[in-house]
């Protein structure tokens, strides 16, 4: 998620804390996870519980049993991700702050789910082109700049039915402030014409309202 100027409206975040009252339960892992982040300075940005089960149930339901996330930050949605992979399945993470990696990885594992993820720290653009495909679900939270280049790489190692899901795609409505000096504004904007442009996806966007206020995700299917 991104950084926020002020606090969520209280009915947006009274909701989220609904939904995670009656549909997520405890999960001391989790909880743990974001307790050492803010201990370690990492900045508020996690997906927020729900938005984290969301990314988990997206996973499930294709199937997944290699995933890439573009972004780590200390590793919350990675758990998620994690977690809706079978056994033997894995999930690769980039992360391009030592910091960052070094908290994930003690938050991988204290949550016990380690041995399903493979945490490689350094630019992603560099690293993005050594990978090998294909992936079945790809999770892009990191630079906004960069998310063209992201979506391009994600797409050569994807196959046909691969899940793309991009974060951070409203802004507060900055994507349709064409005045604004904001970078990643522009960046987002360049993205939606990219996928609108690309034949080989379906795609969508959905805005959300919650504990990280208003912003949203583009969701997309890699056709062939």
């Not at 990314?55 to 590793?75: D, W």
């Not at 490689?120 to 082109?129: F, N």
Request: proline share 6%; aromatic share 4%; charged share 20%.
């Amino acid at each position: 998620m991104v950084n926020r100027l002020s606090a969520p409206d209280p009915a947006w975040l009274a909701v989220d804390n609904y939904i995670a009252s009656h549909l997520l339960g405890d999960d001391q892992a989790l909880d743990a996870v974001l307790a050492a982040n803010a201990a370690a300075g990492l900045p508020d940005i996690a997906v927020s519980p729900p938005q984290g089960r969301m990314l988990q149930l997206m996973a499930r339901m294709t199937g997944a049993r290699r995933i890439l996330e573009i972004g780590t930050l200390g590793g919350y949605s990675a758990i998620c991700l994690a977690r809706a992979l079978p056994e033997d399945g894995l999930l690769v993470t980039l992360e391009i702050d030592p910091h960052c990696v070094e908290v994930a990885k003690r938050n991988f594992d204290r949550a016990g789910i380690a041995h399903k993820i493979e945490l490689i720290p350094g630019r992603a653009a560099e690293i993005l082109p050594l990978l090998e495909g294909p992936f079945d679900f790809v999770f892009i939270d990191a630079d906004k700049p960069s998310n063209a280049l992201y979506l391009k790489e994600a797409m050569r190692l994807s196959r046909p039915g691969t899940a793309i899901v991009v974060d951070n795609v409203v802004r507060e409505g900055a994507v349709l402030d064409m005045d604004s000096a904001d970078e990643s504004a522009a960046a987002t904007r360049a993205l939606y014409e990219a996928v609108g442009a690309e034949p080989r996806l379906t795609a969508t966007a959905i805005q959300t309202v919650g504990a990280k206020k208003w912003d949203g995700f583009l969701l997309a299917l890699v056709d062939m």
